[in-house]
């Protein structure tokens, strides 16, 4: 096999890059890491885990359930995930369209496949809710306002695993 000369997959990180460059910032775009929340093993087996989805997409606006925020401004939201199925969108955010589709709900949410997950016993659940947090591209707002928010809900809702699926 011949060795490849260049990635033949749709580099993010380079396109995130050349995107705040185009917009003239003069820092190139730094992903946020976090050093000290290090990995560690569950507490307990997978198979005994309620499990939680975190998604970037986001209700229409004028369609969004009670108690998911509504106003100019995206906030976080935890929306019951029966409501998921053709529920949510994403038209409005940056992502790779030309080279891709979010046509399949479950490549961005996949409460269907988590469900049967569930049914197969391989989760012990799925959470009765799902989590949104908008794309403010702010490490700052995501950390200390979105993100405890997201925890908060989590917590109320018994999540044990969170699987974070940004568009």
């Not at 096999?1 to 775009?29: C, L, N, T, V, W």
């Not at 946020?32 to 229409?60: I, K, N, S």
């Not at 401004?73 to 992502?95: I, R």
């Amino acid at each position: 096999m011949k060795p490849r000369s260049h990635r033949s997959f749709i580099s993010y990180i380079d396109r995130s890059r050349a995107y705040y460059a185009a917009q003239g910032y003069e820092e190139p775009y730094r992903w946020a890491t976090h050093d000290d929340a290090p990995f560690a093993r569950l507490a307990q087996p997978l198979e005994e885990c309620r499990v939680g989805v975190v998604t970037t997409a986001y209700f229409p606006a004028g369609h969004e359930p009670e108690g998911v925020p509504t106003g100019p401004e995206k906030q976080p939201y935890a929306a019951p995930t029966a409501l998921a199925s053709g529920c949510v969108h994403t038209d409005d955010l940056s992502w790779a369209k030309e080279e891709t589709h979010t046509d399949d709900l479950d490549t961005y949410l996949p409460v269907h496949r988590l469900a049967e997950a569930e049914a197969d016993g391989l989760i012990g659940s799925i959470s009765p809710r799902f989590y949104g947090i908008p794309t403010r591209y702010s490490h700052r707002r995501s950390s200390t306002e979105d993100a405890p928010e997201v925890a908060r809900w989590m917590h109320e809702d018994q999540v044990d695993v969170a699987i974070l699926v940004p568009l």
